[in-house]
């Protein structure tokens, strides 16, 4: 089963940077698709970006050209690079995977999740 562990939040003022990492520690059967969502205090959770088993990103529109998602398939590693940083960026993010079981339902997994906070 995919286990998602997700690390690399922390507060930081307006136009600084983070990387946040977020690792399977379970299975890699099945895995189709990795992304970041994040949810503000009071609003849904919404799609940052994701990343397919063939390399294809997709983002945010509030993202473009900030935040860049990237993997390392060696490690199970998703990565979620932020520069640019704004205090509408706060939020907790977290790390999700679809994968399909040996039955072939594609389920979500989701990681614990982490803040990050962005000071102006």
């Known amino acids: 089963q995919v286990q998602l562990v997700e690390s690399g939040g922390g507060l930081v003022q307006a136009g600084g940077s983070l990387r946040l990492s977020c690792v399977n520690t379970?299975?890699?059967?099945?895995?189709?698709?990795m992304g970041w969502y994040r949810q503000a205090p009071g609003k849904q959770r919404e799609l940052v970006a994701t990343?397919?088993?063939?390399?294809?990103?997709t983002y945010a529109d509030s993202v473009k050209g900030r935040f860049t998602i990237s993997k390392d398939s060696v490690k199970n590693i998703v990565y979620l690079q932020m520069n640019s940083l704004k205090p509408e960026d706060t939020a907790v993010y977290s790390c999700?995977?679809?994968?399909?079981?040996?039955?072939?339902?594609?389920?979500?997994?989701w990681g614990q999740g982490t803040q990050v906070t962005v000071s102006s």
């Open positions: 379970g299975s890699t059967f099945g895995v189709k698709e």
């Open positions: 990343i397919s088993t063939v390399g294809s990103p």
């Open positions: 999700k995977a679809a994968a399909y079981n040996y039955k072939g339902t594609l389920n979500d997994y």
